[in-house]
């Protein structure tokens, strides 16, 4: 089964800091990693996804990720964040080998505050 | 536009009135997901469809139905609905397998 952890219900940080998001995993096989972004009253909005490739991947709004293997985890980062960037952020994981299903596994999502 | 709509967005309804929520998507995907958003428990997956006439159960199918006889719809039915079923649903397509899946808006369902 796989299974993501978010461990920080919130991240609080000032505007102008960087920021990072935790995101671990479990699946079998090799994952396809996500981020997504949820603002007040709106759906889920895709940031990014890692397949293969380049252990950093950018995406969004100036958003990153960094995909580490030995370690399991796919953080999002942003080198300075805006005030415009609090939302409910949510990781999620499907196995590659999952052709058929491609049920993503999410997160619980972490809350992040900038405060100005 | 590319597109997921979800309709209606917001519903109030009392125990075991059969409703549908309405899935669309104007992309031509062949993939279309539901989910599920409860607090603390992320989104899990309801039911799912490779292509039409071709649906399948995710994690947590109880209690729902689906159908996909076109394309682009995916409406999901609750033919009696109960409280534990007051939830946040997710609409979400995709292309390939790869392909990274768009969600709609959002259906937020309150039941009596």
């Known amino acids: 089964a796989q299974s993501v952890a978010q461990p920080e219900d919130q991240v609080n940080v000032a505007e102008g800091n960087p920021l990072t998001v935790k995101c671990t995993y479990s699946?079998?096989?090799?994952?396809?990693l996500f981020w997504y972004v949820q603002y007040p009253n709106r759906g889920l909005q895709f940031l990014l996804k890692?397949?293969?490739?380049?252990?950093l991947v950018k995406g969004s709004y100036g958003f990153e990720a960094e995909f580490n293997k030995s370690q399991t985890s796919f953080h999002l980062k942003k080198p300075s964040a805006l005030v415009s960037d609090s939302a409910l952020y949510f990781c999620?994981?499907?196995?590659?080998?999952?052709?058929?299903?491609?049920?993503?596994?999410f997160g619980s999502g972490t809350r992040l505050q900038v405060q100005p | 536009e590319a597109q997921v709509t979800q309709n209606p967005r917001y519903l109030i309804t009392v125990t075991g009135k059969k409703l549908t929520v309405t899935c669309s998507q104007n992309?031509?995907?062949?993939?279309m997901s539901w989910y599920r958003q409860d607090p603390g428990l992320g989104l899990r997956q309801i039911y799912y469809s490779m292509n039409v006439e071709v649906t399948d159960k995710g994690d947590v199918p109880e209690g729902y139905k689906v159908s996909r006889k076109e394309k682009r719809n995916f409406p999901l039915i609750l033919e009696s609905p109960s409280p534990n079923q007051t939830s946040l649903y997710f609409c979400a397509s995709g292309r390939g397998d790869t392909d990274t899946q768009y969600f709609g808006p959002g259906t937020r369902l309150t039941v009596l």
């Open positions: 699946v079998s096989g090799n994952p396809y």
């Open positions: 999620a994981v499907r196995s590659l080998m999952d052709t058929g299903r491609r049920a993503l596994t």
């Open positions: 890692y397949i293969t490739g380049d252990n």
């Open positions: 992309m031509n995907h062949e993939y």
